[in-house]
């Protein structure tokens, strides 16, 4: 689905966060006033948030600034240009994974970079959603196909978040860090999540998507169901961070492309130290679940492989290739 016209025009008026009147509106649009108030509606059904000020017009809660293919491809090295073959923006999608995954069924492409302003059905891992609002956050996705298979992107998950963190604090952003296996967070709080999508053989080749979300800005009503702390950059800078949005995207694929092209030479012992660097977990006590198994103990960090090291209660290291952990309350 995409915006019409109309509803660009509005939203561009209306990026800077400062209250316009209808008047003022309708008449550098062209369009009536009860259409802009139609269209404005419209996108707040898409999680867009703005108020009415009585008497002087319209206000959004936050600036705005949209993806732009132009902008984001400026700011590419040249290495990431060469590495990917499309780059997709979207206005409307279900779920950026979920488009590439049908797409690598109908095309031998690789190396399709797809962003959206919103997703109606956003994965999130474990079967939950991923609540993502229009205009406000990271909605990445890349299909990538590897040649030898399953088994050899053991870890590459674990290293999108090094790659995550290492944008973060070239925007100069303090305080990240990882939560295993893929969280990046902030004071314990879920600022963005990976989840990654393989299809094929474990040795033959496989096709891969790998899906970022990143909160720039979560309104509060958009989140009330989430039930992870999380936070937003917004609240982590005190300020505004949609002004970074597009340069914000390019850095992200600067980091990305080259790390997802060289992880088969590469594989995750090239980024174990550093995420044992950013790694927030250690020493903590925690609870670990997987499926309906529950495991009480100290987190030890995690081995070479990148499988979480949790001391039990009870005495005995054990290992986890999958899981949810949760801080215990101390
Ligand atoms: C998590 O639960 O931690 C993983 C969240 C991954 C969300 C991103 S948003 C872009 C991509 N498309 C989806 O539907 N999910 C991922």
Sequence with gaps: MLLSINQKAVLTLLADAQCHSGTEIADKIGISQSAIFNQLKKLSELGLVYTTVTDRGYQLATTLQLLSQSAIEKKLTEEARHLIAELEIHDVLDSTNRYLMDKAQKTKKNSVVCFAEYQSAGKGRGGREWISPFGSNIYLSILWRFQQGVRAINGLSLAVGVAVVRTLKDCGIKGIGLKWPNDIICDKKKLAGILIEASGESDGSCHTIIGLGLNFYLPKQQAQHITQEWVDLNSIISG????????????????????IANFERDAFKHYVDEWREYDTMQGDEAVIYQGKKKYNGIIKGIDDDGLLLLMKEQGGLITFASGEVSFRQT
């Design 240 to 259: 505004d961070a949609s002004p970074l949005r597009n340069q914000f995207c390019s850095m992200l694929l600067n980091q990305l492309m080259p790390l």
